[in-house]
């Protein structure tokens, strides 16, 4: 099983980016997906997560702010993440399985908000 996750950058305050998750070896409509964060100094923590049903749950740090959706045709898992704040710079996981966390893991992808 692999996950690559992609999208990350340097975005302005109030900017917005998409991040997306690719995976091989796995069908991400069979398990749960979340994206996780990880600032520096800080511990990783879980950002967005949707189950293999569809239902999606958000941490209050970025409730209204960020959308997690799933492409079932192009197995990939994306997070949009609009009005950015500073707080939002972190490397940002994909995770996928059926357990929390899942067993498995992207390389992470890093996004800078800063002017």
């Known amino acids: 099983v692999q996950l690559q996750a992609s999208g990350g950058g340097l975005v302005q305050p109030g900017g917005s980016l998409r991040l997306s998750c690719a995976a091989s070896?796995?069908?991400?409509?069979?398990?749960?997906v979340d994206w996780y964060r990880q600032a520096p100094g800080k511990q990783r923590e879980l950002v967005a997560s949707?189950?293999?049903?569809?239902?999606?749950n958000y941490a209050d740090a970025v409730k209204g702010r960020f959308t997690i959706s799933r492409d079932n045709a192009k197995n990939t898992v994306s997070l949009q993440m609009n009005s950015l704040k500073p707080e939002d710079t972190a490397v940002y996981y994909c995770?996928?399985?059926?357990?929390?966390?899942?067993?498995?893991w992207g390389q992470g992808t890093l996004v800078t908000v800063s002017s």
């Open positions: 949707i189950t293999s049903v569809g239902t999606t």
């Open positions: 995770n996928a399985g059926w357990t929390v966390p899942g067993l498995y």
């Open positions: 070896g796995i069908i991400f409509s069979r398990v749960r």
